[in-house]
Nanobody, 115 residues
Framework: QVQLVESGGGLVQAGGSLRLACAAS????????MGWYRQAPGKQRELVAV???????NYADSVKGRFTISRDTAKNTMFLQMNSLKPEDTAVYYC?????????WGQGTQVTVSS
């Protein structure tokens, strides 16, 4: 199965930007969708953005127009460009893949947005 490792999180001021990366290694066959999720303290994990194998994308209403999901297939890496960040974006962000009927998760990367 594929292994996923997130990076790029950190502390940023409101209105700033961060670019998260999800590096895939191991077996990359059979992936039909990849996405970004986030979980804030005391909250359920929620979908942020998803990219299907066919190339379509969807975004949560709360991030639409501010976040962009993309892939660099040559480097087996998925990105989440986050602009105009708000304090409510503070959460642990997780990379996700659907592969052969299984859900694969990365370890998460912390994003903190200060006001």
């Amino acid at each position: 199965q594929v292994q996923l490792v997130e990076s790029g999180g950190g502390l940023v001021q409101a209105g700033g930007s961060l670019r998260l990366a999800c590096a895939a290694s191991g077996s990359i066959f059979g992936i039909v969708a990849m996405g970004w999720y986030r979980q804030a303290p005391g909250k359920q994990r929620e979908l942020v953005a998803v990219s299907t194998g066919g190339g379509s994308t969807n975004y949560a209403d709360s991030v639409k127009g501010r976040f962009t999901i993309s892939r660099d297939t040559a480097k087996n890496t998925m990105f989440l460009q986050m602009n105009s960040l708000k304090p409510e974006d503070t959460a642990v962000y997780y990379c996700n893949a659907q592969q052969f009927g299984r859900t694969i998760w990365g370890q998460g990367t912390q994003v903190t947005v200060s006001s």
